[in-house]
């Protein structure tokens, strides 16, 4: 099971980019599939994840409006679209995946309901720096 990321880069203020996870070793048919982010001396943080079998999706509050999720599984690709991208996006952006039995691994933190790390594959990670 392996994930590669790409579509990072370099991107002026209100631009866009769409990141892409190829998958390989399993179904994007049955795995729940998620996007995080980790900034520069910031914890890793969930944006966004799409359950495997019915495709619901679920964003971060911070990145709602902002942020699409979707995923090809023909092409087993997924990928995040993300819009007037601004300099707090800039950050090393991870695709991960889990399997059916632990899906998208939301948890309720604080009274509010935050993607889980723990998830068993991920991808190396793709830079997007957001500047002028």
């Known amino acids: 099971v392996q994930l590669q990321a790409s579509g990072g880069g370099l991107v002026q203020p209100g631009g866009s980019l769409r990141l892409s996870c190829k998958v390989s070793g399993f179904s994007l048919d049955s795995y729940a599939i998620g996007w995080f982010r980790q900034a520069p001396g910031k914890e890793r943080e969930g944006l966004s994840c799409m359950h495997g079998s019915d495709g619901r999706t679920w964003y971060a509050d911070s990145v709602e409006g902002r942020v699409t999720i979707s995923k090809d599984n023909a092409k087993n690709v997924f990928y995040l679209q993300v819009d007037d991208l601004q300099r707090d996006d800039t950050a090393l952006y991870h695709c991960?995946?889990?399997?059916?039995?632990?899906?998208?691994?939301?948890?309720?933190?604080?009274?509010?309901?935050?993607?889980?790390?723990?998830?068993?594959?991920w991808g190396q990670g793709t830079q997007v720096t957001v500047s002028s």
């Open positions: 991960a995946a889990n399997p059916p039995t632990k899906g998208c691994g939301l948890q309720v933190v604080d009274g509010s309901l935050e993607l889980s790390s723990e998830y068993e594959t």
